[in-house]
């Protein structure tokens, strides 16, 4: 069995053509319903985000499973195969397992180190899980998938910090207030910038915003866009002494706010905290401002210093979480390969127990004469002479870490031994016509996802 | 037996750094299992000194640093249970290991209680004016992280404790409830001393001790002092409008004199409450 990954993301393929093949339009589930009638894949996870459209399968000849996984792609979206061809990416075994770990750990994003991704890795495994589209190579894959992701969270700075100047405003004030819930939000100005971040703010669910501007049609204007009220610039103390957060965007060329106004509501404000943003250019809030005390007061140039260095951090990160990954994939891939030569063991284990019991009953006759004792006695040297003789190959077969090897020892012993090795393979054909047989998922995946 | 709660104390220490400076979640839920077992360690220890006696073990200033940790290490563990907040621990823990040594190195002996303490209020007393000792020990600690974060913030370098401590409006919250329930118990502290100290004559007394029981004895002076100064960090805030990093530096500095007075002033200088 062999894992098979084929797709498109935002590092293949333009936006244009990603939207045609997003299965979020038609839902996941029909996609999954029909990936369950090709009978060149056993397993499959369909994941769909808005930058990436990838299949994960199980089948056992991955080069015509990829084949009519390209068919599936374009039939299914009604795209012309052509056009698709030069886009999709296919990976197999463990390269598979490395994009997967990498994507759920943030590192494929389009802004590295974002945490959602995680999350829909999670629901598009739940959706193919849901209809029993999943087996042991793909619930395994998955859960590894989850390790990645959470270990690269909680033990790398690789999400940590705003990468967007509105975003870290907003991660500030946080800092400040903790919850946003119940501020008050002042915006002087009604640049685009001011909008921004006062929609980020919203979404925190701020309690109130006002706006304020030179001509109060203008501020209406602004105030109708992000859900908030406008007031008269000459209201501009009373609505600085009520406001928690303020963000400045004025074409003024003075200063608006003067240390001496701030200081004033500061005063009247009781010293409680208000965090000044001044994204405009030049400044609306005079520097001394932020000596005083409880006003926190930072530029558009201390945001984008933020914002650069939390960039810089991320960049030190990659390579701890990278080295995550490697060695989550390298447990994938031992177990994968391990996996290959179970079939082999399994069946040269049953020869030599099978020509075992055929000698000791051809020579029943002869042993007659023992007691019973005396035959146990035969039974178990018999039986231990074939697990010394076994030793070494069993543990010389799990231990081949490249999969021609391993093929090349199971055919050896195949042919040596003449092994009823079709066995397993007849398993993995048998299942693919009907859909997850019981044999197959009666391995239950979380053990096995975290040994 | 001291020697098991403090060993229980220093790993819990030694996990709550391996938290802050990793952020490792697994250092952080091994650092609270730590510091609980050590708190039941000591919680026993406690409970069994109690039996023996047949009072509260905390006569002599030894005891009371023991009968502090524990109720410190207590009132952490409830403060981080309730805010689900660890950060602290790593600020809290090494106090509770330096204090421990005191009674692990010179264990207290136990013995009949002097005379004079032998009144209902003893308990109350000590108890309620250690509980006012640990709740603004948290105090002291919130402001010292408070003040950290703040400087960050101030100076636009948002680093190390910008990713570790949670936001300056939930540390001045936890500050200002630490404080208003340490000035609490340690004004009815106060009061039930002074209360003992008016209803016995202890002038009378042939004990030295009760004879210093005065405004004069350094302990209780600067016991007063420290009310004083919480008095006002209470009113500060709420009337004259100080912001929350005065609050906070106030809540250092009372701790600061809360500790002078407990040990150099309670093992030295006090003429009255040395038993």
Same mark, same amino acid.
């Given at each position: 069995m062999h894992l098979l990954l084929l797709g498109v993301s935002h590092r293949t393929a333009p936006v244009e053509l990603r939207e045609q093949v997003d299965f979020a339009r038609q839902g996941v589930p029909a996609a999954l319903a029909a990936l369950a009638d090709r009978a060149s894949i056993d397993e499959a996870v369909v994941l769909s985000t808005c930058n990436r459209s990838e299949i994960y399968t199980a089948c056992n000849d991955p080069l015509a499973a990829a084949e009519d996984l390209a068919r599936f792609m374009a039939d299914h979206h009604g795209v012309d195969p052509a056009a698709l061809a030069p886009h999709y990416f296919r990976l197999v075994d463990h390269e598979a397992a490395a994009h997967l770990f990498r994507v759920a750990a943030g590192l494929d994003s389009l802004v590295v180190g974002e945490p959602q991704i995680l999350g829909q890795v999670k629901e598009a495994y739940a959706e193919a899980a849901e209809r029993k589209r999943t087996g042991p190579l793909l619930n395994r894959l998955f859960h590894a998938s989850f390790t990645v992701g959470k270990r690269v969270r909680s033990q790398t700075g690789l999400g940590e910090g705003a990468v967007s100047v509105s975003y870290a405003a907003v991660s500030l004030a946080k800092k400040i207030f903790g919850d946003l819930a119940g501020l008050h939000v002042l915006i002087l100005g009604a640049g685009e910038m001011a909008k921004l971040t006062a929609v980020h703010l919203k979404a925190q669910a701020v309690r109130r915003i006002v706006v304020a501007s030179r001509t109060l049609q203008s501020a209406e204007l602004l105030a109708g866009r992000i859900g908030g009220d406008a007031v008269e610039w000459r209201e501009l103390d009373a609505a600085l002494e009520a406001s928690d957060i303020v963000i400045t965007a004025t074409g003024a060329t003075e200063p608006v706010l003067t240390r001496p106004r701030v200081e004033a509501a500061m005063k009247k404000r009781r010293n409680r905290p208000l965090f000044l943003i001044d994204i405009a250019l030049p400044r609306d809030v005079e520097a001394g401002a932020g000596d005083l005390e409880q006003v926190f007061l930072y530029n558009i140039d201390d945001l984008r210093a933020i914002v650069d260095e939390n960039l810089a951090r991320r960049a030190a990160e990659l390579e701890r979480a990278e080295g995550i990954v490697r060695a989550e994939v390298e447990q994938y891939a031992q177990w994968l390969r391990s996996r290959g030569a179970v079939p082999t063991v399994v069946a040269l284990r049953a020869r030599f127990e099978e020509i075992r019991r055929a000698e000791l009953q051809r020579l029943d006759g002869k042993l007659a004469g023992l007691s019973p004792e005396a035959k146990a006695r035969v039974d178990e040297i018999t039986h231990l002479i074939v697990e010394k003789l076994l030793l070494t190959p069993t543990e010389q077969l799990k231990a081949a870490d490249d999969p021609?090897?391993?093929?090349?020892?199971?055919?050896?012993?195949?042919?040596?031994?003449?092994?009823?090795?079709?066995?397993?393979?007849?398993?993995?054909?048998?299942?693919?016509?009907?859909?997850?047989?019981?044999?197959?998922?009666?391995?239950?995946?979380?053990?096995?996802?975290?040994? | 037996m001291y020697i098991l709660s403090l060993l229980f104390y220093a790993s819990a220490a030694v996990a709550y750094g391996a938290n802050f400076a990793r952020r490792s979640e697994r250092a952080g839920r091994l650092a609270t299992a730590l510091l609980?077992?050590?708190?039941?360690?000591?919680?026993?220890?406690?409970?069994?000194e109690r039996m023996q006696i047949g009072y509260m073990p905390f006569v002599g200033t030894t005891s009371a640093v023991s009968f502090f940790v524990w109720l410190l290490a207590l009132a952490y563990l409830y403060t981080e249970m309730s805010t689900n907040e660890r950060a602290m621990g790593v600020f809290i823990t090494p106090l509770l290991v330096l204090l421990q040594l005191i009674p692990t190195l010179d264990v207290p002996v136990l013995g009949a209680r002097p005379a004079v303490l032998r009144s209902p209020l003893f308990t109350v007393h000590v108890a309620s004016v250690l509980f006012a000792y640990a709740s603004f020990a948290l105090a002291c600690m919130i402001g010292v992280t408070y003040v950290l974060l703040f400087k960050e913030i101030k100076a636009k370098h948002l680093g190390f404790f910008y990713a570790r401590l949670p936001s300056l409006q939930v540390l001045d919250r936890m500050n200002m409830r630490a404080v208003t329930i340490g000035w =609490?118990?340690? @004004?009815?502290?106060?009061?039930?001393?002074?209360?003992? =100290?008016?209803? @016995?004559?202890?002038?009378?007394?042939?004990?030295?001790? =009760?004879?210093?029981?005065?405004?004069?004895?350094?302990?209780i002076f600067v016991a007063f002092v420290s009310w004083g100064l919480y008095s006002f960090q209470l009113f500060a805030r709420r009337a004259i409008g100080w912001g929350a990093r005065r609050s906070a530096w106030l809540s250092a500095i009372g701790f600061g004199i809360v500790l002078l007075n407990f040990l150099p002033i309670g093992y030295f200088l006090t003429k009255s409450h040395n038993f």
């Open positions: 021609s090897t391993i093929v090349a020892y199971s055919d050896a012993l195949n042919c040596l031994f003449s092994l009823t090795a079709g066995d397993t393979e007849r398993k993995g054909h048998g299942r693919a016509a009907t859909g997850p047989d019981e044999d197959e998922t009666s391995d239950p995946p979380k053990t096995r996802a975290n040994p | 609980a077992a050590g708190a039941v360690a000591h919680t026993f220890l406690i409970g069994m =609490a118990f340690l @004004t009815a502290g106060v009061v039930i001393g002074v209360v003992w =100290a008016s209803q @016995t004559n202890f002038r009378a007394s042939d004990d030295p001790r =009760a004879q210093a029981m005065t405004m004069m004895d350094p302990k």
